[in-house]
């Protein structure tokens, strides 16, 4: 069964600072493992997608890693401002499914 | 191009009621999905659908029934609320293996 782990659960930052939120999943037999962004109150948007034969993906300021060997991905927030303030969700799919299984969140505060 | 559309956005329901809440996508995706999401709990899986007609049981589904009858709808039903099933539910789709999830909005339901 596919565990999903993000560390920290939350994290406040001063505006500008880079930083980086942690995802672990204990199954590498995933087809995709995908980002999401959730603001207060509302659903979740995609923010990248990394296919399983991809290293990473990059979206603007965002850059997501994915490294199945060790189980692990990385998501990297480079110059981060206060409208990043937000949960971020880590979700992979598990052994052959195409069900997502998804981490806590890690709680993002930026503060200006 | 809506992606996905859930109704009602938000719903208070008597203990013992029965509501159906509504999903629907335009995007032709043959898998499709319903999460409820609890407080510090992440994302559980209720029901899945990998097709018109096929349905499957996920992490939590007791309480709780699914039917596909088209590619384009997959409908949750509640047939005798209870207050464990207050919660945000989140209903998505996607393509099968390889590609990512499109998310709706989401129900907020509470039961008292």
């Known amino acids: 069964k596919q565990e999903v782990t993000q560390i920290p659960a939350a994290l406040s930052v001063p505006e500008g600072e880079n930083l980086v939120l942690n995802c672990s999943f204990t199954d590498s037999a995933i087809y995709n493992l995908q980002w999401f962004r959730q603001d207060p109150g509302k659903g979740l948007t995609s923010l990248l997608l990394i296919q399983s034969s991809q290293r990473e993906q990059t979206s603007g300021r965002l850059n997501a890693s994915l490294d199945k060997s060790s189980g692990r991905s990385t998501l990297y927030i480079a110059a981060s401002q206060p409208g990043d303030s937000a949960t971020y969700l880590c979700?992979?799919?598990?052994?052959?499914?195409?069900?997502?299984?998804f981490g806590k969140g890690t709680k993002l505060t930026v503060n200006p | 191009n809506a992606g996905v559309t859930q109704t009602p956005k938000f719903r208070i329901l008597k203990i013992g009621q029965s509501m159906t809440l509504q999903c629907a996508q335009d995007m032709n995706h043959n898998y499709m999905y319903w999460y409820r999401q609890d407080p510090g709990m992440g994302l559980k899986l209720i029901y899945y659908?990998?097709?018109?007609?096929?349905?499957d049981k996920g992490e939590v589904p007791n309480g709780y029934n699914v039917s596909r009858s088209t590619t384009e709808d997959f409908p949750l039903r509640l047939e005798l609320a209870a207050p464990s099933q207050t919660s945000v539910y989140f209903c998505a789709s996607s393509y099968p293996q390889y590609y990512g999830y499109t998310f709706g909005s989401g129900t907020r339901l509470t039961v008292v």
């Open positions: 659908s990998v097709g018109a007609g096929i349905t």
């Open positions: 979700a992979s799919t598990q052994g052959g499914s195409e069900k997502l299984v």
